[in-house]
């Protein structure tokens, strides 16, 4: 079995920064493409950034300068620093990753963490 935990939301004001963190676990063979996703109320669930294995990012253009997605292959985790955050930020923001488990791959979500942009 495969999990995803993450940490790191919460309530920031304007302008400040919060960074998330998300590690997999369980019997993973290997890992692709990571990424983080958000959804705002009443929005449908969009992507944020992405990562490959090899380190090769992209962003939405609405975070481009402000996000910064990495991630640590030896602890199996993906992290999103987040800067001059926006009220538009705020959202549930989701990892995911495409996670091969013996001869299959797999896409995996994590829990879904919170983050409040709010003065």
């Known amino acids: 079995q495969v999990q995803l935990v993450e940490s790191g939301g919460g309530l920031v004001q304007p302008g400040g920064s919060l960074s998330l963190s998300c590690a997999a676990s369980?019997?993973?063979?290997?890992?692709?493409?990571m990424g983080w996703y958000r959804q705002a109320p009443g929005k449908e669930r969009e992507l944020v950034a992405a990562?490959?294995?090899?380190?090769?990012?992209n962003y939405v253009d609405s975070v481009k300068g402000r996000f910064t997605i990495s991630r640590d292959n030896a602890k199996n985790t993906v992290y999103l620093q987040m800067n001059s955050l926006k009220p538009e930020d705020t959202a549930v923001y989701y990892c995911n990753a495409d996670i091969r488990v013996s001869k299959y791959e797999y896409k995996y979500w994590g829990q879904g963490t919170q983050v409040t942009v709010s003065s």
């Open positions: 369980g019997s993973i063979f290997s890992i692709n493409a």
């Open positions: 990562i490959s294995s090899d380190g090769t990012t």
